[in-house]
C-alpha cells in the first residue's frame, strides 16, 4: 500500500513540473493522446523507443496518435496581448489628475501603464497623433522630476527624444533634459547609483572582501566580462556513487562566498510580469516594455534590447498562449533554453549531445545521491562516437578535437556564459561558445516510465509548433506534415530540456522584509525558475553547508559552516532536518527528486527542534589525525578518558570551555541581530561556528539556531524589498 502511494506521490511531482496546478488546454490534450493511444501502444511501441528524436517524431507520424496530436497542433496560433493607445492615453489623463493633487506615487503606476500599453508611434494615428509613447514618457518624467528623482526622469526623457515631436515640445524636452543633467552632475558625490545590481558591483563585492562577514576575500577567477565567479576553494568532481558534485580543496570558513553564477536561462511566474524585469529580475522602478506586446516589463533599455535580440523575438507574440496552456514554469525554461540561443546553435548543442552519446536514455542519468558519497574521483569512459565508427579517422579527429577543447576549459572549472549584450549573430558564433555544462546534467532518463516520456514528449511537439508559428525555423513544415530533421532536433533538444529542468532548477526569490524589523516577519517570496549549471552539481544534504541567495539575475552560494579539504559541499533541496522528519525527508526526496538521501543526519536520524537540546554534541579527539568522538557527559573535572579511536588518554576540558564560549557568542550575535547589526552579527556568529566545528559535531540546538541566523543575515545581502507602509 505504500508503495502505491509513494509511487503516486512521485507521478503526480513529475507532472507538476511539466504543467502548473492550473488547468489548461495541454492537460486535455495530452490525456486525449494517452487515452487513445492506450497502454500497449505506450508500453510495447512507444516504450522501446530510446532516443528524445525518435520520441518526438514518433507522437507526430505514428499513425496510432497523429491524427490527434495533428489536429489539436493544427489549432495553435499566436495569443498575446496587443497595444492599446486608448488605454494608454486613459492612464496617462487619470496621471495627471492624480499628479495635480500631489498624489505622485499614484501617479507614477498610472504613467507606467501608459508606457507600457502605448504603442509605436505611428502605430494608431487616430490616437494622441500616433504620440501615445512619448507622451506617456514625458509625463512620467515630470512625475519622477517632481520627486527628486532625476536618474530615472533622464532616462524616460531620453527615451523620448527618440521620436519626432512637434518643436514646441522638443524645446521643453530639450530644456528639461539640461535640468537633470544639471542637478544629476552637482549632487554626483552624494547620488548612489540606481542601477539595477550587476555581477561588476558583485565581483568587486568579492574582491574587496566586503559583505562577506569577516570571512575575507578568497582566491578566486572573478572574470566581470563573463560574468561569473568561482571559488579556487571548491572543484567539481564526478564518481561513480555521487555524479558530479562540489567538493572543498581548502578549508572553507562559515561566510565564505563560494559561487556567483548567471542562470543559463530563467523565467519568471506569470504574476510577477507586471512587477519585475523579465530579463534581470529586478523590482521596476520605470518599466519599459516590448515594442509590440504588453505582456512584459523590462527595467531598462539594456534589458529589453538582450530579451528584444535574444528569445523576447520569438515569445512575443505567444506568450498569452503558453501562459494559457497550463504549461509549468519549469516548461516555460526548456523553451526559453531554446529560444535565447536561436536555430544554429541548438543545432550545434544537439550535435555535441550525439557525438557524447548523451541523446540516449540513460546516458547522462548519473546516480543522484546525498552528500555522504566518497569524492575520490574516478575516470569517465569517452564516449564521444558510437562503437561502429570508434575507428574512423573522422571519429579520432573528433575525439582530440573535444579532449583538446575540454583541456582549454579546464577539467572541474567553472564554465561562463555568453556575455550580457554581446553580438548574438548566430554567423559570428563558433563550437567554442557552445556551453554544454546544463545538457550533460542527470535527466534521469533510465528511470522514467513510457507514460512521463509520452507525456513530455506532447509538451514537446507543442513547443515546437509554437516555434514554426513565430518564425524561429526560415522554412516552416506544413501543419499536416512531419517536420523536418531542423525540428526534430530543436523538439527533441526540447524534451532533454524538460527533463533535465525537473532535477536541476532553482527557484529565485526575493527576501520580503516586514514593516516593523528586518528579520522578525520577513520571508522569500519565490518569483521564478531558473537553471544555474554549475550550483546544479551540487549534491543535497539534510544539514546543508551553505546557503543561498540572488543578487539581481546572480545566485550567490556562501558557507554556514567550516568545511575541510575533500569535504563535500552540499546545499539543501529543501527537506531539512529541523523542521521535518525523516520520513517525510525520504518521502519528499524520493518523490521530488528520485534519490534516497545517506546525509549524516538521515543515518543518525538527527532529532528536529521540538526535541534537539544541546546534550547531543560530540566533541572532537583533541589527538591529531584521530576522527574519534565523545559526548558531553563523557567528560569529568580533571579526569582523562580513552579516546576508543587512537586509544590515548585524552582531557576535554579545554574543548567544553570552548564550547561554552562558542554558547556565549552565539547569544551575541542573536543579539546583534535582534538590533538589527547586520554586518555586528555575521562577524560574531562566524566566528563562534568557525571555532565549534573545529572542536565539536552536531547536531548542537545553538549551532543550529546560529546557522540558521547567520543564512539569514547572508540572505539580507540580497534581494531584498519592503513593501511600502500606506
Known amino acids: 500500500m505504500q508503495d502505491r502511494q509513494d509511487e503516486f506521490y512521485r507521478?503526480?511531482?513529475?507532472?507538476?513540473?511539466?504543467?502548473?496546478?492550473?488547468?489548461?488546454?495541454?492537460?486535455?490534450?495530452?490525456?486525449?493522446?494517452?487515452?487513445?493511444?492506450?497502454?500497449?501502444?505506450?508500453?510495447?511501441?512507444?516504450?522501446?523507443?530510446?532516443?528524445?528524436?525518435?520520441?518526438?517524431?514518433?507522437?507526430?507520424?505514428?499513425?496510432k496518435v497523429r491524427d490527434v496530436v495533428m489536429d489539436t497542433l493544427a489549432k495553435v496560433k499566436p495569443l498575446f496581448r496587443d497595444k492599446?493607445?486608448?488605454?494608454?492615453?486613459?492612464?496617462?489623463?487619470?496621471?495627471?489628475?492624480?499628479?495635480?493633487?500631489?498624489?505622485?506615487?499614484?501617479?507614477?503606476?498610472?504613467?507606467?501603464q501608459a508606457v507600457l500599453r502605448a504603442p509605436q508611434p505611428d502605430n494608431s494615428k487616430t490616437v494622441d497623433q500616433g504620440m501615445s509613447l512619448p507622451l506617456a514618457l514625458l509625463g512620467r518624467a515630470e512625475i519622477f522630476m517632481a520627486l527628486k528623482e532625476y536618474h530615472f526622469a533622464l532616462e524616460d526623457l531620453r527615451l523620448a527624444a527618440e521620436y519626432d515631436l512637434p518643436d514646441k515640445s522638443a524645446q521643453e524636452l530639450q530644456r528639461k533634459i539640461e535640468e537633470c543633467e544639471r542637478f544629476l552632475k552637482a549632487n554626483e558625490k552624494s547620488l548612489m547609483t540606481v542601477d539595477p545590481v550587476n555581477i561588476d558591483k558583485v565581483a568587486r563585492l568579492i574582491l574587496n572582501g566586503q559583505?562577506?562577514?569577516?570571512?575575507?576575500?578568497?582566491?578566486?577567477?572573478?572574470?566581470?566580462?563573463?560574468?561569473?565567479?568561482?571559488?579556487?576553494?571548491?572543484?567539481?568532481?564526478?564518481?561513480?556513487?555521487?555524479?558530479?558534485?562540489?567538493?572543498?580543496?581548502?578549508?572553507?570558513?562559515?561566510?565564505?562566498?563560494?559561487?556567483?553564477?548567471?542562470?543559463?536561462?530563467?523565467?519568471?511566474?506569470?504574476?510577477?510580469?507586471?512587477?519585475?524585469?523579465?530579463?534581470?529580475?529586478?523590482?521596476?522602478?520605470a518599466p519599459i516594455g516590448c515594442p509590440n506586446c504588453s505582456c512584459v516589463a523590462f527595467c531598462g533599455r539594456k534589458c529589453r534590447d538582450i530579451a528584444m535580440a535574444t528569445y523576447h523575438?520569438?515569445?512575443?507574440?505567444?506568450?498569452?498562449?503558453?501562459?494559457?496552456?497550463?504549461?509549468?514554469v519549469l516548461s516555460m525554461v526548456a523553451f526559453r533554453m531554446v529560444t535565447q540561443e536561436g536555430l544554429q546553435k541548438c543545432l550545434r548543442i544537439y550535435g555535441e549531445l550525439k557525438k557524447s552519446g548523451s541523446e540516449r536514455a540513460g546516458t547522462s542519468s548519473t546516480t543522484f545521491t546525498s552528500a555522504t558519497a566518497t569524492a575520490t574521483t574516478t575516470t569517465i569512459p569517452d564516449t564521444c562516437d558510437a562503437k561502429s565508427s570508434a575507428n574512423s579517422r573522422s571519429a579520432k579527429r573528433r575525439i582530440r578535437r573535444r579532449k583538446l577543447q575540454e583541456s582549454r576549459r579546464g577539467e572541474g572549472k567553472i564554465q561562463t556564459g555568453r556575455k550580457e549584450g554581446e553580438d548574438t549573430k548566430e554567423s559570428h558564433e563558433s563550437y567554442d561558445d557552445v556551453n554544454m555544462a546544463a545538457y550533460n546534467l542527470v535527466t534521469h532518463a533510465d528511470k522514467r516510465t513510457e507514460k512521463d516520456f509520452l507525456e513530455r514528449s506532447l509538451m514537446a511537439v507543442f513547443l515546437l509548433r509554437c516555434l514554426q508559428r513565430v518564425g524561429f525555423f526560415a522554412h516552416p513544415t506544413s501543419d499536416d506534415e512531419v517536420p523536418g530533421a531542423e525540428e526534430i532536433i530543436v523538439a527533441a533538444l526540447l524534451l532533454r530540456n524538460l527533463q533535465l529542468l525537473q532535477f536541476n532548477a532553482h527557484e529565485f526569490f526575493e527576501t520580503r522584509l516586514s514593516a516593523e524589523h528586518r528579520f522578525r516577519g520577513s520571508r522569500p517570496v519565490y518569483l521564478g525558475v531558473a537553471i544555474y549549471p554549475t550550483v546544479a552539481r551540487f549534491n543535497h544534504d539534510c544539514y546543508p553547508a551553505v546557503t543561498r541567495y540572488f543578487v539581481g539575475r546572480h545566485i550567490v552560494i556562501r558557507a554556514v559552516r567550516g568545511l575541510q579539504p575533500g569535504d563535500i559541499i552540499a546545499e539543501n533541496y529543501g527537506p531539512i532536518f529541523t523542521k521535518m522528519t525523516l520520513a517525510k525527508r525520504q518521502r519528499t526526496l524520493a518523490g521530488r527528486y528520485w534519490f534516497r538521501c545517506t546525509c549524516r543526519a538521515c543515518q543518525e536520524d538527527w532529532p528536529h527542534f521540538e526535541n534537539l537540546t544541546n546534550d547531543s554534541v560530540r566533541l572532537r579527539c583533541p589527538t591529531a589525525g584521530c576522527n574519534g568522538l565523545h559526548s558531553r557527559a563523557q567528560q569529568r573535572p580533571a579526569k582523562p578518558i580513552k579516546c576508543p579511536g587512537c586509544k590515548k588518554r585524552i582531557c576535554l576540558e579545554d574543548r567544553l570551555a570552548c564550547l561554552q564560549e562558542c554558547e556565549t557568542l552565539y547569544a551575541r550575535g542573536l543579539a546583534s541581530m535582534d538590533n538589527e547589526r547586520v554586518n555586528e552579527a555575521i562577524e560574531t556568529l562566524c566566528d563562534a561556528l568557525k571555532r565549534f566545528h573545529r572542536i565539536a559535531c552536531p547536531p548542537h540546538r545553538d549551532t543550529h539556531l546560529a546557522e540558521i541566523a547567520l543564512s539569514s543575515c547572508l540572505i539580507d545581502y540580497g534581494n531584498t524589498w519592503r513593501p511600502a507602509v500606506l
Open 11 to 63: 507521478t503526480l511531482c513529475s507532472s507538476e513540473t511539466l504543467r502548473s496546478s492550473k488547468r489548461g488546454f495541454f492537460q486535455d490534450f495530452s490525456e486525449s493522446v494517452m487515452r487513445i493511444a492506450g497502454d500497449s501502444w505506450t508500453s510495447r511501441i512507444f516504450g522501446r523507443i530510446d532516443d528524445d528524436a525518435g520520441r518526438v517524431r514518433t507522437v507526430l507520424a505514428d499513425a
Open 84 to 112: 492599446d493607445a486608448e488605454i494608454s492615453k486613459r492612464r496617462r489623463l487619470e496621471g495627471y489628475q492624480l499628479a495635480a493633487v500631489g498624489q505622485y506615487d499614484r501617479a507614477l503606476l498610472l504613467f507606467s
Open 211 to 285: 559583505k562577506d562577514g569577516g570571512g575575507g576575500p578568497l582566491n578566486g577567477a572573478v572574470n566581470s566580462e563573463a560574468r561569473s565567479w568561482s571559488s579556487s576553494a571548491l572543484e567539481i568532481r564526478e564518481t561513480s556513487v555521487a555524479g558530479k558534485h562540489a567538493v572543498a580543496t581548502t578549508e572553507i570558513h562559515p561566510g565564505d562566498i563560494l559561487i556567483v553564477e548567471p542562470p543559463l536561462a530563467g523565467c519568471l511566474l506569470p504574476e510577477f510580469y507586471g512587477t519585475h524585469c523579465q530579463h534581470c529580475y529586478a523590482r521596476l522602478k
Open 313 to 328: 523575438k520569438y515569445e512575443c507574440k505567444i506568450l498569452a498562449l503558453l501562459i494559457g496552456s497550463g504549461m509549468s
